[in-house]
């Protein structure tokens, strides 16, 4: 999700992005004819293909090597793969591998994903890729591209590497690692910036570490990418209208933070932002949320950032001028903001949601409070049933409560 602007929003990407879905990419696809390289410096590389053979085993030998070289550091193995006279292709492997090495990347398996099928004179065939940071006994992040490969010579070669939009992907980063959290950053940020927003998620990640207790505990590390102005409008291809950062789930267990960097301001505000994040990182805990779940999956994230109060004073005089503006019908269980919807109105949503969800954990207690989301979010439930199971009430009293501490709280 992502937080509102006040200037800016945070709203949960979730729907964004789903976990092992292949991304959208551009297929970087060099179809020189194989008489294009020197037989010389192809009789020295690559594996061996016989005569009329299917080029796969000699694919994954490749594949095995560049996993091995990505593992091991080896940034000279891991570009013998692609062919010196393709700049652009071994460019974008070289900043890939930099972004990575700098990442901490633990595992990088590569392996085929079916039998490479020939097109327009090259070999295509999807290849698998699982990832992971920091530590190697982990889940790999799945991840599926398109390559393509040229056999001349009697010998393999990749000839494409389809160019994902992950951050790590896109960009060469520059990487600063704090105790609970790692924060990279793309080239054209600022240095200062991503140092201050370093200092806030450090600041931040004890209080999300509190509420993950109720979620199976913490990640590892918390992940931060800050993104420049390209990389905000191409990153994970994300909806990122009056946003100012956003956490995309990639799997259980595992979500990314991405943060526009111009949304970085003073001490409260990027701590408040941070806050907000890392709760969707521990409540939803990388799964994607019911779609009629956004005002409970806004309103835990801005509870969470609220501890100073600072969450709601940002949102608190927009939700006056919505509800002024007659424009609220004291639905609680309210969905995302319309496209096109002003900052003002986007905000009021997630404050609505902020003092819906307060709501229940003073009424009921927090515990109570986050077994319902945990009911209603992580599993699905309705919200009849998680009230009536987690809050001993029916959803009916509860909304209508709730939507009156609302309008009370509005009229302050």
Not at 3 to 8: H, I, L, S, W
Not at 107 to 125: H, M
Request: contains cysteine.
């Amino acid at each position: 999700m992502m937080r509102a602007r006040t200037g800016t929003v945070v709203a949960l990407s979730a729907a964004v992005v789903a976990a092992a879905a292949v991304l959208a990419a551009q297929l970087i696809s060099f179809g020189a004819p194989p008489t294009a390289y020197a037989a010389a410096a192809l009789e020295r590389t690559g594996p061996v293909v016989g005569p009329g053979e299917n080029p796969l085993y000699a694919i994954q030998a490749v594949l095995k090597g560049q996993s091995e070289a990505m593992v091991q550091g080896d940034r000279d193995a891991y570009l013998a793969a692609f062919p010196a006279t393709e700049t652009q292709l071994r460019e974008r492997a070289g900043r890939r591998f930099d972004s990575l090495a700098a990442l901490g990347v633990r595992r990088w398996d590569l392996a085929t994903n079916g039998v490479p099928g020939q097109f327009n004179g090259l070999w295509r065939v999807p290849v698998s890729i699982g990832y992971c940071f920091d530590v190697p006994d982990c889940t790999p992040v799945p991840l599926l591209v398109d390559t393509d490969w040229t056999v001349a010579h009697g010998r393999v070669r990749l000839a494409g590497w389809e160019q994902t939009n992950r951050p790590w992907d896109t960009a060469r980063l520059t990487v600063r690692r704090g105790e609970r959290v790692t924060v990279a950053a793309a080239a054209s940020v600022d240095p200062d910036l991503f140092d201050t927003l370093l200092r806030a998620a450090e600041a931040a990640a004890p209080v999300d570490d509190r509420v993950a207790s109720s979620f199976g505990g913490p990640p590892r590390r918390y992940l931060v990418f800050v993104a420049g102005d390209e990389e905000w409008a191409s990153w994970y291809d994300s909806d990122t209208e009056n946003a100012a950062a956003y956490t995309i789930p990639l799997q259980p267990g595992t979500s990314d933070v991405v943060v526009d960097r111009r949304s970085i301001r003073g001490e409260a505000w990027n701590r408040t932002l941070m806050t907000h994040e890392f709760a969707h990182v521990v409540t939803l805990g990388g799964t994607r949320p019911p779609f009629g779940a956004w005002w409970l999956v806004e309103g835990i994230a801005e509870y969470v950032a609220n501890g100073d109060g600072t969450a709601l004073r940002d949102d608190l005089p927009s939700v006056q001028k919505y509800l002024k503006a007659e424009r609220w019908d004291g639905t609680v269980a309210l969905g995302p903001p319309a496209d096109g919807a002003t900052l003002d109105d986007t905000v009021a949503r997630y404050g609505i949601a902020l003092l819906a969800v307060t709501y229940l954990a003073r009424q009921f207690g927090e515990a109570k409070m986050l077994a319902f989301f945990a009911q209603v979010v992580r599993r699905g439930a309705t919200l009849d049933a998680a009230a009536t199971s987690a809050l001993g009430a029916t959803w009916s009293t509860v909304a209508r409560d709730a939507a009156a501490s609302v309008r009370a709280a509005a009229a302050q």
